[in-house]
């Protein structure tokens, strides 16, 4: 059922800009998979090809087997502390947040005038990134790393426009550009990696504890704590994103910025 | 440490219950006895939902009930291969937004087709509404296909077409 609400925002994307394509949404699923391969807590690391998504079992077109999560059971959890109570604690390496964002969209979708977008991802971007002061337009070099909300890999592809990383209609070229720069993977490096941690598909959707995953995997990249799969941090700044509620109306996002991010 | 055993038993909790369309009722009992399809007309801004809500969701104010014409267009679909228990009987089978003419909302209904590929349920394709003879104020009581396939569908034992 959830993939049937997020589907018709894909393909109501796909008839708007002709992408993403399946061949595009499948190099989101052999990234996720495979950077979890790395990531000791996952739950779905693999080792696939395009090929190998292509020809999974359909299960709502044009949605494989391979391009949906896995929904799981699992936790996580964040320690959060005002700044005088780290500083009264002397907190080694604290990772703040410097912006939060949150938005409601329609939840039915047959509400929606533009139903191949999810304006709730647009305002909770810009919120979170003005509350941080950061520049909605150029996101993508004042930040190290994207943990995204990726149930699904067509929205992940989708979310790259929404967040800002790339103007709209261009998400599906961006995947496939960057997935093919980082050859057989990991895929943890280059202009702005997304899910290093294997994100929703490579590590599993345990449903209500992935935002806070996303979130504690953000920080302990910026803590460059993160181990096999730690990508390179020189901005010091990264975000979470999740995503929820009926037809994925909910939007959350939240910038973290270690020591030296705050210095910049 | 006490010894301790445990033996487990199989058995089943059976519940039945019911559950009430409230204010959308009228929606679900004109379906059912008339085969008609009924949205919904803000007092104020005019704007005609369907489904119905019985407040505009923009305004908030009251709507009244409106007859809707049962063709429309689709907005976006898809085709359902892996599904809940109980709809796997039917699969592959069509789903998608269809906004009815006469309606600025989209309803999110089954869409059959004799040729179910992607691009016979595609954006901007004319369905028409087949009704189910057995009604029971569902949902499921209704589907679309596309309008060519219109006579085809209502000449079938189990379908009927609407008012």
């Not at chain 1, 005088?84 to 604690?89: A, D, F, G, N, S």
């Not at chain 2, 796997?88 to 998608?96: L, R």
């Not at chain 2, 992607?118 to 004319?126: A, E, L, T």
Request: glycine letters at 10%; one cysteine or more.
């Amino acid at each position: 059922m959830a993939a049937s609400s997020y589907v018709s925002m894909v393909n109501a994307h796909y008839e708007e800009f002709g992408n993403p394509t399946e061949e595009q949404m499948a190099c989101v699923s052999v990234k996720n998979h495979g950077n979890a391969r790395l990531n000791p807590k996952s739950q779905s690391p693999m080792k696939i090809t395009v090929e190998d998504v292509m020809n999974s079992r359909i299960i709502c077109y044009p949605f494989k087997m391979l391009d949906c999560c896995l929904y799981s059971e699992a936790s996580a959890a964040l320690i959060l502390a005002s700044e005088e109570k780290v500083k009264e604690l002397g907190v080694e390496k604290p990772i703040w947040i410097t912006g939060v964002g949150a938005a409601n969209t329609d939840c039915f979708i047959g509400n929606r005038e533009d139903m191949g977008r999810l304006y709730s991802n647009i305002y909770a971007a810009k919120s979170a990134y003005k509350m941080a002061g950061l520049d909605y337009n150029n996101i993508k070099q004042q930040i190290d790393l994207a943990e995204l909300h990726d149930a699904f890999s067509g929205q992940e592809v989708i979310s790259y426009e929404e967040l800002g990383f790339v103007p709209f209609g261009e998400g599906g070229s961006w995947i496939e550009k960057t997935f093919e720069k980082s050859g057989e993977g990991p895929w943890i490096d280059g202009e702005l990696p997304c899910c290093p941690s294997g994100g929703l598909i490579g590590c599993g959707h345990a449903v209500g504890a992935t935002g806070i995953m996303s979130t504690g995997e953000a920080a302990l990249q910026l803590r460059r704590d993160a181990g096999k799969h730690q990508v390179q941090i020189e901005k010091g700044r990264a975000i979470s994103h999740s995503i929820g509620g009926p037809g994925a109306a909910y939007a959350a996002i939240i910038v973290m910025e270690n020591e030296e991010g705050l210095k910049k | 440490m006490t010894d301790f055993q445990d033996h487990q038993i199989r058995d089943r909790i059976k519940i039945e219950y019911m559950y009430t369309m409230g204010g959308q009722s009228k929606f679900f009992i004109e379906l059912m006895k008339n085969k008609k399809l009924l949205g919904t007309k803000c007092k104020k801004c005019g704007k005609t939902w369907m489904p119905p809500r019985i407040n505009c969701s923009d305004c908030y104010e009251p709507a009244d009930w409106i007859e809707l014409k049962q063709t429309g267009t689709i907005e976006v679909s898809t085709i359902v291969w892996y599904t809940t228990s109980a709809f796997i009987k039917a699969v592959p089978y069509g789903i998608g937004f269809i906004k009815l003419d006469g309606a600025e909302t989209a309803l999110f209904q089954g869409i059959f087709s004799e040729n179910l590929v992607p691009s016979k349920i595609k954006k901007g394709k004319r369905v028409k509404a087949v009704f189910n003879k057995e009604r029971e104020g569902k949902m499921t009581d209704f589907f679309f296909v596309p309008e060519d396939e219109y006579e085809n569908w209502i000449s079938k034992p189990e379908f009927e077409g609407g008012m």
